[in-house]
C-alpha cells in the first residue's frame, strides 16, 4: 500500500508535523506488524517504500531537494511516534535523517548535495553513518579504518562494525583516518557509495531486539572515492562526527520516549483490567506508585529530549546535553520496560504482550552511539574542568539547593585533587549522574504541571544520592581495584 508525503512547500513547521502525525499513524496501524518484524528480523520492502512514499527520510533534508526541511525537534516528534509502535523502523528512519543525512546538510559541497540530497530525501537512497570498528568503539580515536590520498582520489581500506542500515543503504557516511592529510592523527569524514568497487556488505547480525534493524559489517578494500566526496574540511573529521552525534542521540533519545510510552501505555491498560483480591491491580497503591514513577520519567524524557532540540534551534553547541539526553533517556525507557514487564506478571515475560519486545529493544540503546558509562565520564570530567557553574538563577528552589551543591563539590574535588580528577572514573561517573539529575530536573520542572513538579523533584532527590556516594567514590573505585588485581 502506498502513502501519500505532506506538502510542506509553503506550510509552516509544526503546521506540516500536525498534518504529517496523523498520516503516521495511519502508517503505522494498517502497515506495521512489530510482532512479525521481529520474528523474522527484517523491516519488509513494502514497508520501507511506504515509509519513502510519506516522505520520512525527507523529514531534516531541506526543500530544495525535495525534503520536509524540518528541525532536529520536529524529526523528533516522529521518530517518537514511529518507536510507539516499532522501534527498528524508528532507528531506520531516525539514523537516516540524523546522522546518515546530517552531515551532507550541513557540510556537504553543492555539488554532493545536488548529487544526492533528493535521492536520500525521496528514499530511494538510504543513508548509513559508520564510526565503529572492532577495535574503537566509543574511543574513536583508535580508528583504523584510512583513507590515503591518490591520483584517482581517496582510497579506503579498512573494517566498519555494526554499521545501522547498512544492509540496505546506498550511500555511506565514513568516519576515516587521514594521515596524509593534516597530520597522522587527523581524521576526516567521507561520503561513500555502495556501488563502489572495493565496498563489500557483510551477513546482518542476529541480535537481542531492534531485529527488523539492519545491522552488518563494512569492508573496505581499496575502495576510490573523489576527494569532493569530502564531508566538512580534511582532516577535522572528528569534529564534524561530534556534531553529527549530537543530532543522532537527540534522535535515539526520541526513540527512548516512544518505546517509554509505549510501554507506560500498555501497563496502564493492563492495570485496569488485571483483577486479583476481587479489585483492579491498578486500584493498589503499590501499583499506583509504579505507574506514577513510569509516568513521570516518560514526562521528564521528553521535557529533556525537547529542552536539547531547543538548544540546537538556538545554535548552541549539543554535544554535552545530546549525552545526558542519551544517557537519561535510555537508561530511564529501559527501567520503565522493565517496570512494565513486572506489572504485567508472568503475562508480561511472553511476548504476545509485547512488552517483553520492548525491553528488549530498548537495552541497545544504554551501548551504541557512546556506551553510557564512557558517556558517564565524559559528562563528568566536562563539569570538573568547567568553570561555568550549573546552578541557574531560575531554577526552582529545590533544583536551585541540589545544583549549588554540586557546584560545591565540584568545587572541593578541584581544589583537593586538581587535574588527577579527570582519572578517577567513578567519581566522574557520580558528578556525572548528578548533573544529570539536575538538567533533566530543570527541563521537567519548566515543562511545567503537577506531573512535570512530580518528575523533577524525583530526580533532585536521586541527584542529591548520587552526591552522597560522591564522598565514597574514590574509596569505593580503589576496593574494586584491589579486588581485581587480587583475582
Same mark, same amino acid.
Given at each position: 500500500?502506498?502513502?501519500?508525503?505532506?506538502?510542506?512547500?509553503?506550510?509552516?513547521?509544526?503546521?506540516?508535523?500536525?498534518?504529517?502525525?496523523?498520516?503516521?499513524?495511519?502508517?503505522?496501524?494498517?502497515?506495521?506488524?512489530?510482532?512479525?518484524?521481529d520474528r523474522e528480523g527484517l523491516i519488509p520492502a513494502a514497508v520501507r517504500e511506504s515509509a519513502a512514499g510519506l516522505g520520512l527520510f525527507g523529514l531534516t533534508i531541506p526543500t530544495e531537494y525535495g525534503g520536509a526541511g524540518l528541525p532536529l525537534g520536529?524529526?523528533?516528534?516522529?521518530?517518537?511516534?514511529?518507536?510507539?509502535?516499532?522501534?527498528?523502523?524508528?532507528?531506520?528512519? %531516525?539514523?537516516?535523517? +540524523? !546522522?546518515?543525512?546530517?552531515? /551532507?546538510?550541513?557540510? #556537504? =559541497?553543492?555539488?554532493?548535495?545536488?548529487?544526492?540530497?533528493?535521492?536520500?530525501?525521496?528514499?530511494e537512497c538510504v543513508a548509513s553513518f559508520s564510526v565503529t570498528e572492532a577495535n574503537a568503539g566509543s574511543d574513536l580515536t583508535a580508528i583504523r579504518t584510512t583513507a590515503e590520498p591518490t591520483r584517482e582520489g581517496l582510497r579506503i581500506v579498512g573494517e566498519k562494525s555494526y554499521v545501522t542500515n547498512g544492509g540496505f543503504a546506498g550511500l555511506f557516511t565514513v568516519l576515516v583516518r587521514t594521515p596524509g592529510i593534516g597530520g597522522e592523527r587527523a581524521t576526516s569524514v567521507?561520503?561513500?557509495?555502495?556501488?563502489?568497487? %572495493?565496498?563489500?556488505? +557483510? !551477513?546482518?547480525?542476529?541480535? /537481542?531486539?531492534?531485529? #527488523? =534493524?539492519?545491522?552488518v559489517t563494512l569492508t573496505f578494500d581499496g575502495a576510490v572515492v573523489p576527494w569532493t566526496n569530502l564531508i566538512g574540511e580534511a582532516g577535522r573529521g572528528m569534529d564534524v562526527a561530534h556534531e553529527l552525534l549530537g543530532w543522532g542521540r537527540t534522535l535515539m533519545s526520541a526513540g527512548c520516549v516512544g518505546t517509554a510510552r509505549a510501554a507506560l501505555d500498555a501497563t496502564v491498560a493492563y492495570v485496569g483490567m488485571r483483577r486479583q483480591f476481587g479489585r483492579a491491580i491498578g486500584e493498589f497503591g503499590a501499583t499506583r506508585v509504579h505507574v506514577a514513577w513510569m509516568a513521570a520519567r516518560v514526562h521528564a524524557m521528553e521535557a529533556i529530549m525537547k529542552s536539547v532540540a531547543d538548544e540546537q534551534a538556538r545554535g548552541r553547541n549539543i554535544e554535552t546535553s545530546s549525552a545526558i539526553a542519551k544517557v537519561f533517556t535510555s537508561e530511564s525507557a529501559f527501567a520503565v520496560c522493565d517496570r512494565a514487564v513486572q506489572l504485567h506478571g508472568a503475562l508480561g515475560f511472553l511476548e504476545p504482550t509485547g512488552v517483553?519486545?520492548?525491553?528488549?529493544?530498548?537495552?541497545?540503546?544504554?551501548?551504541?552511539?557512546?556506551?553510557?558509562?564512557?558517556?558517564?565520564?565524559?559528562?563528568?570530567a566536562a563539569r570538573v574542568t568547567s568553570s561555568a557553574p550549573i546552578v541557574q538563577f531560575d531554577d526552582s528552589p529545590s533544583v536551585r539547593a541540589l545544583a549549588r551543591r554540586l557546584d560545591d563539590a565540584v568545587a572541593e574535588i578541584r581544589s583537593r585533587l586538581g587535574i588527577r580528577a579527570v582519572r578517577r572514573q567513578l567519581l566522574l561517573q557520580r558528578i556525572a549522574s548528578a548533573e544529570i539529575s539536575v538538567t533533566v530536573a530543570r527541563a521537567a520542572a519548566l515543562s511545567g504541571g503537577p506531573l512535570g513538579h512530580y518528575a523533577s523533584e524525583q530526580l533532585v532527590e536521586e541527584g542529591h544520592h548520587a552526591l552522597d556516594r560522591l564522598v565514597r567514590a574514590e574509596r569505593d573505585e580503589d576496593e574494586a581495584t584491589a579486588l581485581f588485581e587480587s583475582r
Open positions: 500500500m502506498s502513502s501519500t508525503s505532506v506538502n510542506v512547500s509553503a506550510a509552516p513547521e509544526a503546521d506540516v508535523v500536525e498534518l504529517l502525525l496523523p498520516q503516521v499513524r495511519k502508517f503505522l496501524a494498517r502497515e506495521v506488524r512489530a510482532e512479525a518484524i520536529s524529526a523528533c516528534r516522529v521518530v517518537t511516534e514511529l518507536a510507539r509502535v516499532d522501534r527498528s523502523i524508528a532507528i531506520m528512519i %531516525g539514523l537516516h535523517v +540524523g !546522522l546518515g543525512t546530517r552531515g /551532507l546538510v550541513a557540510y #556537504g =559541497s553543492p555539488e554532493l548535495r545536488s548529487t544526492w540530497l533528493p535521492r536520500l530525501a525521496s528514499g567521507v561520503c561513500i557509495p555502495r556501488d563502489t568497487p %572495493g565496498v563489500e556488505i +557483510g !551477513l546482518e547480525e542476529d541480535k /537481542l531486539g531492534v531485529r #527488523g =534493524s539492519s545491522t517483553a519486545r520492548m525491553l528488549r529493544d530498548s537495552r541497545i540503546t544504554r551501548i551504541f552511539e557512546g556506551a553510557n558509562d564512557v558517556l558517564l565520564v565524559r559528562i563528568g
